[in-house]
């Protein structure tokens, strides 16, 4: 069974660029959700994707947006990037929208100077 | 708005000691909950979880978790450490009537000296 991968494992970019991250979700699911963890912190929900429609929203302003594709696997997309976007951004898959456990990938760090 | 509270920033703890991480939640409705353990230089990784049944719940490497409906809480227990427990712990809930996201904790960084 093969787990959730994200890329790139790191990031470094400057204030007003763009970036997309990619997820790729663990074999047999359809959800992927998105988190923001900045440091000393814990992960803070951005949004959700089921079937390639988004399914809730965290407190987060149009610019972060995402997609999901067919074979479940996602992007996030950041546009005009702001020095407080440095984070850890983590992708997590899990069978059904209320499936008991939202498994995690390792993360993009990303650093915005 | 749901909230989560881990009282404990920072633990220190020398081995074969007994470990309790408080968490405490803000919401009235149907919760799950969760621990998720963060090794360094690894992936969050499922602990245990709570969805009815049997407050006490077991998870992975000995530990377990409490869930008190009155007092909100949710707290993990382990009756001797090791230091390879030496990690991140995050506690999430999520509220069933509220959508399908996890709201952490600001998590609790657990050291073991051996």
């Known amino acids: 069974e093969t787990g959730v991968t994200q890329s790139p494992t790191h990031l470094i970019k400057t204030r007003g660029q763009q970036v997309t991250l990619r997820c790729s979700s663990q074999s047999g699911h359809n959800t992927v959700s998105w988190y923001q963890q900045a440091l000393g912190q814990g992960p803070q929900f951005i949004f959700q994707y089921y079937r390639e429609e988004e399914n809730g929203r965290g407190n987060f302003p149009p610019r972060f947006s995402g997609l999901q594709f067919p074979n479940y696997s996602s992007e996030l997309n950041v546009n005009a990037l702001e020095l407080d976007d440095s984070a850890l951004y983590l992708c997590?898959?899990?069978?059904?929208?209320?499936?008991?456990?939202?498994?995690f990938g390792p993360g993009t760090r990303l650093l915005v100077l | 708005a749901q909230s989560v509270s881990q009282h404990n920033h920072h633990v220190i703890l020398s081995e074969a000691a007994s470990l309790e991480l408080g968490c405490n939640y803000s919401?009235?409705?149907?919760?799950?909950l969760f621990w998720y353990v963060q090794y360094p230089g690894q992936h969050l990784q499922l602990l245990l979880k709570?969805?009815?049944?049997?407050?006490l719940v077991k998870g992975i490497k000995g530990f377990e978790a409490e869930f008190i409906k009155s007092k909100f809480s949710f707290n993990l227990r382990k009756p001797s450490v090791q230091w390879s427990d030496t990690a991140e712990y995050f506690c999430a809930v999520r509220a069933n009537q509220a959508g399908t996201a996890l709201i952490f904790g600001k998590g609790t960084t657990l050291s073991v000296s051996s």
């Open positions: 709570y969805f009815s049944g049997d407050p």
């Open positions: 997590a898959s899990s069978q059904e929208t209320t499936s008991e456990t939202q498994y």
């Open positions: 919401y009235g409705g149907t919760v799950n």
